[in-house]
């Protein structure tokens, strides 16, 4: 019998998954006039397995082993299987955006904090980035929120924003809790 595999929470997309070192590097984005074209390269335990991709006119996000790689389509749904976003069920598809969602948040981030900001982000009702947006950081990340982020930027209808935690490392609610 196989050792059960430790299942993480990866921060930015809210993947949960098994942790078998699935990352995403690489990003190339191209915009054109129906959307945002975009190819990445995909590892596991830093190795390149793969590439995925997205036309940016609406289809599909497509992987693409690398020839004789050991992480091939079934590998690729078998994980996917096994994957939740916010505890529901997630396509293939899915886990491919939000791996790729989670390289490019991370990216984000840091070079944010570089120029000594933070990232704030809103999120739909289906589960979505839809804007981001860089602030600028005061000396707690409630502070900041009160400084930069109030009043609450207007967004997607029913989004919600959050603010990207640098002490904690998470993501936490702009908004005031609803009771």
């Given amino acids: 019998m196989e050792p059960q595999q430790q299942m993480i929470t990866l921060p930015h997309s809210r993947l949960t998954g098994p942790d078998i070192g699935l990352t995403v590097t690489e990003l190339r984005t191209l915009e054109h006039h129906r959307g945002i074209a975009w190819t990445a390269v995909l590892q596991q335990h830093g190795r390149r397995v793969g590439t995925i991709d997205d036309d940016g006119n609406g289809g599909e996000t497509y992987y693409h082993p690398d020839p004789g790689s050991p992480f091939g389509y079934d590998q690729l749904n078998a994980y996917a299987a096994q994957c939740r976003r ?42 979505f980035t839809r804007d981001r947006l860089e602030v600028r950081r005061a000396a707690t990340p409630e502070q900041t929120i009160t400084r930069y982020l109030t009043p609450v930027p207007e967004t997607t209808p029913g989004a919600r924003w ?17 009771g």
Avoid: F, M
């Fill in 86 to 127: 916010d505890g529901q069920a997630i396509s293939t598809e899915g886990v491919l955006n939000d791996l790729t969602e989670e390289h490019e948040t991370a990216e984000l981030i840091t070079d944010a904090a570089t120029r000594g900001r933070t990232l704030a982000r809103s999120i739909d009702p289906e589960g």
């Fill in 162 to 178: 959050y603010l990207w935690d640098w002490q904690a490392e998470q993501w936490i609610s702009v908004h005031p809790p609803t």
